[in-house]
């Protein structure tokens, strides 16, 4: 399956989305990316991974997952990318309570006042 500008704009016009033609652009290339994707996946072997319970088999398999994961991240249009980005866990300093609770269209004892629902 060809994923085309209007795909994209049909898929995003049910999403209630608005799309910029840069936008449109971007979606394409990423959704033909992972279409393409799906289909390596899709015509890989897995008649000996299944029923196999050694751990040759199994590695054999992670070993071919590897391969189409380090092939498709090759490609600079690809969206599966091997790392996963990190970042370091720095504490800051949160709001205080009246920062949080100064748009609060209601305040009771320094708690939002919501409307019951049940």
Do not use: W
């Not at 989305?17 to 394409?28: A, G, Q, R, S, V």
């Not at 600079?76 to 949160?94: A, Q």
């Not at 939002?112 to 049940?118: A, C, E, G, N």
Request: charged share 20%; glycine share 0%.
């Amino acid at each position: 399956m060809e994923i085309t500008p209007s795909i994209v704009t049909h898929i995003a016009e049910l999403c209630k989305l608005k799309l910029t033609p840069e936008e449109i652009e971007k979606f394409t290339t990423e959704l033909s990316s992972i279409v393409k994707y799906v289909n390596t996946i899709q015509k890989l072997s897995i008649s000996n991974t299944l029923s196999a319970d050694t751990s040759d088999h199994k590695q054999d398999a992670c070993d071919t997952l590897l391969s189409v994961s380090n092939t498709l991240s090759a490609d600079p249009n690809c969206v599966f990318k091997t790392e996963t980005p990190l970042r370091e866990d720095i504490i800051k300093e949160g709001f205080s309570i009246s920062e949080v609770l100064a748009n609060a269209p209601a305040v009771y004892n320094n708690y939002f006042v919501v409307p019951k629902l049940i």
